[in-house]
Structures are given as structure tokens and as C-alpha cells.
């Protein structure tokens, strides 16, 4: 496996330990769909969370955040869409972003909610 395939699979578990921290349920990791794919979907009391997760090893080459562009905020607002239509979902939709860096034995990990706006309920 290459190192940044690693390098994500890493910040994809510490986002999850993280959430699961802060009380949100884990529903699915790594959901696919076609061409598209969302890291993490959980609940966060009454609304579905879509999340991307960015990992880097440091911010030489931009905030982590930055690399979900709108081609990729579109890509993921159509996965969801779909999958709460799959799973007949009646709950609110949010989107965020986690961002880790993981520098050595250091890791910083940034949630942001409602990273961007869907326009889906």
C-alpha cells in the first residue's frame, strides 16, 4: 500500500475515534457509490453528517481543507443525496470537513461543520 494511501486510511481512524469522542454514531466508512465516495457518514443527534476527510503531514502545501474544491463538494453532495434516498433517511443533512495533520507522533485534527452548503434536507 502506498505511503499515501496509509497516510489517509491513518486520518480517516483518527477522525473517527475523534467523532466517536464527541458522541456522533458512525454509520458508514468508506461508502461508495458509482464514482463517488463519502469517508464518513454519521448521525449527530437529529442530522446525517456527511464527511470528508483531508490528512497531510503538514501545511506546506495548503490547509488540508482547501482540497475540497466544489467539483468535489458536488461529487459528495450527489453520494448523499443518493444515499439518503437508498436508506430512506428523514433526518437533516450537514456537511463537514476534518482536516488532520499528522507530523511524527503529533496530530492536530480541525472539524469544521457545515463546511459548505448542499441545499438538501
Do not use: C
Request: charge should be negative.
Amino acid at each position: 500500500m502506498s505511503e499515501r494511501i496509509e497516510l489517509g486510511k491513518r486520518g480517516e481512524s483518527l477522525a473517527i475515534e475523534y467523532l466517536k469522542l464527541n458522541g456522533y454514531r458512525i454509520l458508514e466508512k468508506n461508502w461508495r457509490t458509482s464514482h463517488r465516495e463519502v469517508d464518513i457518514i454519521a448521525q449527530d443527534n437529529n442530522e446525517i453528517v456527511f464527511i470528508e476527510v483531508k490528512t497531510r503531514t503538514g501545511i506546506y502545501s495548503g490547509n488540508p481543507v482547501e482540497a475540497v474544491n466544489v467539483q468535489k463538494q458536488r461529487l459528495l453532495i450527489d453520494a448523499a443525496e443518493e444515499y439518503i434516498i437508498s436508506n430512506n433517511i428523514d433526518l437533516e443533512a450537514r456537511f463537514d470537513i476534518i482536516s488532520v495533520i499528522i507530523n511524527g507522533h503529533k496530530q492536530n485534527i480541525n472539524h469544521i461543520k457545515e463546511a459548505f452548503y448542499s441545499g438538501i434536507n
